[in-house]
């Protein structure tokens, strides 16, 4: 398998189109979630961080700063490279990020599925299940030291 590196962007970047591409793949294709609710207007002033093999996107995430907290969202990995750590291997760029940038707080709202996976993260379930996008979900929090 060839290595992957991660990358940040910003929403205005070249690498957007196939950042989308790999979310539209993911969430609406997949996940049967509306195109409409995929991409929103916060997509222009959040930082994306993404995986790249080769020339290929095969994850992605984005960071919105909200006040005192960070907000993790649209984490996807490309299905035929999912299991093989991409995905923790971007969570942990992004959250070395935002901890080096004065944040003591990080939250996302995790699919049931995958919870798991976040837990792993060190994030903990916080509040009731709700629906988005016709999935449900549950709020996460991590707090960190910086």
Request: hydrophobic share 45%.
């Amino acid at each position: 398998m060839m290595p992957i590196e991660i990358q940040m962007t910003d929403g205005k970047s070249d690498f957007m189109s196939a950042i989308f591409d790999l979310r539209h793949e993911v969430f609406v294709v997949e996940q049967h979630v509306p195109i409409e609710l995929e991409i929103d207007e916060f997509d222009q002033e959040a930082m994306h961080f993404f995986a790249l093999q080769g020339d290929q996107i095969v994850g992605t995430l984005r960071i919105l700063a909200e006040d005192d907290h960070v907000k993790i969202g649209r984490v996807a990995v490309k299905k035929d490279h999912r299991k093989l750590g991409i995905g923790r291997k971007i969570m942990e760029t992004a959250m070395n990020y935002i901890q080096n940038s004065g944040y003591t707080t990080i939250v996302l709202g995790a699919q049931l599925e995958v919870v798991p996976f976040y837990q792993k993260l060190g994030f903990v379930e916080e509040g009731e299940i709700f629906d988005d996008a016709g999935i449900d979900h549950i709020m996460m929090v991590k707090r960190v030291n910086h």
